[in-house]
T-cell receptor, first 112, second 113 residues
Framework: NAGVTQTPKFHILKIGQSMTLQCTQD?????MYWYRQDPGMGLKLIYY???????DKGEVPNGYNVSRSTTEDFPLRLELAAPSQTSVYFC???????????FGSGTRLTVV | AQSVTQLDSHVSVSEGTPVLLRCNYS??????LFWYVQHPNKGLQLLLK??????LVKGINGFEAEFKKSETSFHLTKPSAHMSDAAEYFC???????????FGAGTRLTVKP
């Protein structure tokens, strides 16, 4: 049982470049989330989705975009990467909105 | 607005002694509360959650937490620490009927032999 799978695990991006962080889950969960984790700051919600075709902004959406064309996949797009986007990114999912989340193992992104 | 404050950024205990990780929350509505654990270079794992049922919640690995509305607290405890408990712990609040979970800054637990 894979759970939530994130790729890549590590990536170095140059300023101004774009990339997509992949997230897929095999639990048929309706809800999916993207968080970023910065040292000493806890996790902050970037975007979330309550089902295929529906997405909404979280606390820190600027500089990111998402799409949810299928229940399984929830990719996070970074356009025009900036050093401030250096962080560890976590994707998570839940069956219901009040459930605890299942997290992926994270993507460590460095923008130089 | 909802928020959560973890009162200690770092807690150090000896193996076999009790663990107390403190969390206070603020929320306009009846919240759901969670504790997650993150081992080094790993994703977060759910330890336990409170959703307005019993105020004492039992989780995995011998951890438990007590919801105290009068004190707006949700402290995490364990009677006897193991070396494998060394990790970062996050307290999380979710207001009623809201998808915006708010994470605390985390408490790093060190367990000494």
């Amino acid at each position: 049982n894979a759970g939530v799978t994130q790729t890549p695990k590590f990536h170095i991006l140059k300023i101004g470049q774009s990339m997509t962080l992949q997230c897929t889950q095999d639990m048929n969960h309706n809800y999916m989330y993207w968080y970023r984790q910065d040292p000493g700051m806890g996790l902050k919600l970037i975007y979330y989705s309550v089902g295929a075709g529906i997405t909404d902004k979280g606390e820190v959406p600027n500089g990111y975009n998402v799409s949810r064309s299928t229940t399984e996949d929830f990719p996070l797009r970074l356009e025009l990467a900036a050093p401030s986007q250096t962080s560890v990114y976590f994707c998570a999912s839940s069956r219901l909105s009040g459930d605890g989340y299942t997290f992926g193992s994270g993507t460590r992104l460095t923008v130089v | 607005a909802q928020s959560v404050t973890q009162l200690d950024s770092h807690v150090s205990v000896s193996e076999g002694t009790p663990v107390l990780l403190r969390c206070n929350y603020s929320s306009s509505y009846s919240p759901s509360l969670f504790w997650y654990v993150q081992h080094p270079n790993k994703g977060l794992q759910l330890l336990l959650k409170y959703t307005s049922a019993a105020t004492l919640v039992k989780g995995i690995n011998g951890f438990e937490a007590e919801f105290k509305k009068s004190e707006t607290s949700f402290h995490l405890t364990k009677p006897s620490a193991h070396m494998s408990d060394a990790a970062e712990y996050f307290c999380v609040v979710r207001p009623y009927n809201n998808n915006d979970m708010r994470f605390g800054a985390g408490t790093r637990l060190t367990v000494k032999p």
